[in-house]
């Protein structure tokens, strides 16, 4: 492919900092890797690349591009990867500076809700614990809550254990406070490479900073008129502080956009005129379609695709069906599977970790990797049953914390004298956690899945056998060095994108944010209506005026994944909170200049 002449511009900028700010489909993603091809062809050691991207999918995927062009070698040499993962790597190499031991497990929101309820009880606080988790993910901790918190991080440090946000934040810590740390990463990395730039929050600012400090090369690329993800934190004006950190800067704009053609961008820059675009190519579809209830919508949507893969050369896989939440995509999930339309739900893989027996696998992982993890140890310590008492328990609590041990080390001095089926459960556990990481996954899965046989739970057993081959998947794809630590650290990272395989012939259906920068033939738009997306159109206080601009750049973002036709439906009536509720359309159509067809 031949890049533009803009494009080029950017991507031989190989010596100083590079900034390109580029609508939906410019290229930047494939401007980002020709300058690291560029780079590497010009005699730079990929050892000295780092790219950051935005889903553990897109760095996947941008490796697979560097392997096609560079090979394998170098690709592998290169890190590219999230922030997330960065952070992972550096409290792994550098996380006794700040305290913690090997092993460290990553806490998701259930283990966390674990830990809030027990300080709750503990400190007789009434808050909610979905609340007070609330909070803690996004840093912002109420007054009255202070204590609790503090707590909350004692718990999570006596196990060991870390979230995501204080993953950053202490990988933050660790860059910042430990000059050894500092200089490693930055000494190391020459050429430092992000890619939508536009979602970066203050921390991930905060790493790049610091990783590009020493050779200030830094290459962003970005669109302004994406930035969708400030509920987490993401905050555009980052751009602005790397931008004054390394003034011997170029920039460029990139405004065309290969993705999407004529009336798809019409659509899109009627929508943010600001924004102007031009498309490379003529043509393409922007409909609107009309319906009197949400389940003739769903209908449609089903029946239609249908219709044009069976009379046309369009496949399943050609199409992408782009909600605004869950809730709207679950009733197209139902009409689709009761027309027989074959379909791949993203965050699939996300929900079925979620499931209890997978969770039990993952916890009896997480004591192997991290002794001090008291909460996983508590959870599996009687599955299955293995009739081991409460007052057993505290008295091994009681008998860690005075020794200041795990609970695991307690069990294992306590038990030395048990009864024998505590004691065979000891031995179980002592040689579990020796064992190879293939040997550890074929003991746990023996164990649970004989347990649940026992009780006839074809469907558990089922599930972990489906686990044993994602593993296995795993350990044959996988960059790292197979061990329980790298395959936790790969769970922390599952994203709803992990589900969407281009080579499957399937029909795509995800929320609107999950379809960042991925791109699709055709594009559908269910419940395009006020109060849904957006998912409220009153701009009465400027939080709203806010909230309403966000939405403005979903839709944005929706309508520019289409390489070639967007379909756009809403349904008169739809059923909120058990009623019926009379919808009008989306102020996004008309901004648009979409304008309707009766199907
Ligand atoms: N110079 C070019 N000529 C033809 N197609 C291009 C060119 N640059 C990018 N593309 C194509 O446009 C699409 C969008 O590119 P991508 O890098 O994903 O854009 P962005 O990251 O800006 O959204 C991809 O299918 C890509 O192959
Ligand atoms: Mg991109």
Redesign the pocket.
């Known amino acids: 492919?031949?890049?533009?002449k803009d494009?080029n511009g950017a991507a031989s900028c190989l010596d100083k900092s590079v900034f390109v700010h580029?609508?939906?489909?410019?290229?930047?993603?494939?401007?980002?890797?020709s300058r690291i091809v560029n780079l590497v062809k010009s005699k730079v050691s990929p050892t000295e690349i780092l790219a950051f991207t935005f889903t553990r999918a897109a760095a996947r995927e941008m490796r697979d591009r560097v392997t096609d062009e560079l090979g394998e070698k170098a690709a592998r040499d290169m890190w590219i990867m999230t922030i997330h993962a960065f952070c992972m790597r550096v409290i792994s190499t550098w996380g006794w500076y700040a305290g913690y031991k090997e092993g460290v497990s990553i806490y998701d929101d259930r283990d966390q809700l674990d830990i809030i309820r027990g300080v709750q009880k503990d400190l007789s606080i009434k808050t909610k614990p979905e609340t007070f988790l609330k909070e803690i993910n996004r840093g912002k901790i109420h007054a009255n809550r202070a204590v609790a918190f503090e707590e909350f991080n004692f718990r999570m440090r006596e196990n060991n254990a870390i979230n995501y946000i204080g993953l950053l934040d202490k990988a933050i810590w660790i860059l910042a406070n430990c000059a050894d740390a500092k200089e490693h990463y930055a000494h190391k990395f020459r050429y430092v490479h992000l890619?939508?730039m536009n979602d970066t929050s203050d921390r991930d600012y905060s790493i790049v900073s610091m990783v590009a400090s020493k050779w200030k090369n830094v290459f962003c690329?970005g669109?302004l008129s994406q930035t969708i993800f400030s509920f987490r934190g993401s905050n555009a004006t980052n751009i602005d502080h790397l931008k004054s950190q390394f003034p011997d800067h170029e920039e460029f704009f990139?405004r065309?956009?290969?993705?999407c053609p004529q009336a798809v961008i019409d659509a899109c820059n009627n929508l943010l005129p600001d924004n102007a675009l031009e498309a490379?190519k003529d043509g393409g579809f922007v409909t609107v379609c009309e319906f009197n209830s949400e389940d003739e919508e769903a209908q449609f949507i089903a029946g239609n695709i249908k219709t044009i893969v069976e009379t046309s050369d369009r496949k399943y896989s050609d199409f992408a069906i782009l909600g605004r939440t869950h809730a709207v995509n679950e009733g197209i999930f139902n009409a689709l599977r009761a027309q027989g339309v074959p379909t791949c739900v993203a965050g699939t893989k996300l929900k079925f970790y979620g499931q209890e027996e997978i969770r039990q696998f993952h916890d009896y992982l997480k004591v192997m990797a991290n002794g001090r993890d008291d909460f996983s140890f508590k959870r599996i310590v009687n599955v299955p049953p293995r009739g081991i008492k409460h007052v057993t328990l505290a008295r091994i609590s009681a008998q860690a914390r005075d020794a200041e041990i795990s609970l695991l080390e307690s069990a294992l001095i306590h038990f030395s004298d048990a009864p024998t089926e505590e004691k065979k459960w000891l031995a179980d556990l002592g040689a579990l956690s020796k064992g190879s990481f293939p040997d550890q996954i074929r003991s746990i899965h023996h164990l649970l899945a004989t347990w649940y046989e026992d009780q006839g739970l074809k469907t558990r057993v089922k599930a972990l056998n489906k686990l044993l081959g994602l593993i296995a998947t795993w350990q044959k794809e996988t960059e790292e060095v197979v061990c329980v630590e790298s395959y936790l650290r790969m769970l922390s990272e599952v994203n709803a994108q992990d589900d969407i395989v281009e080579d499957k012939d399937e029909v795509k259906l995800m929320t609107v944010h999950t379809s960042k920068?991925l791109?699709f033939p055709n594009v559908i738009i269910p419940a395009c209506e006020n109060m849904v997306f957006p998912l409220n159109n009153h701009a009465d206080t400027p939080e709203k005026l806010e909230a309403l601009g966000e939405e403005r750049r979903l839709f944005y973002v929706a309508l520019?994944r289409a390489?070639s036709a967007v379909t756009a439906t809403r349904s008169r009536l739809r059923v909120v909170r058990g009623r019926d509720r009379e919808q009008s359309p989306s102020v996004f159509l008309k901004e648009a200049g979409m304008g309707s067809s009766v199907p």
């Open positions: 492919m031949q890049l533009t494009q580029a609508g939906p489909g410019s290229g930047k993603t494939r401007v980002l890797i890619d939508e690329v669109d990139l065309k956009s290969f993705r490379d920068g791109e520019s390489k």
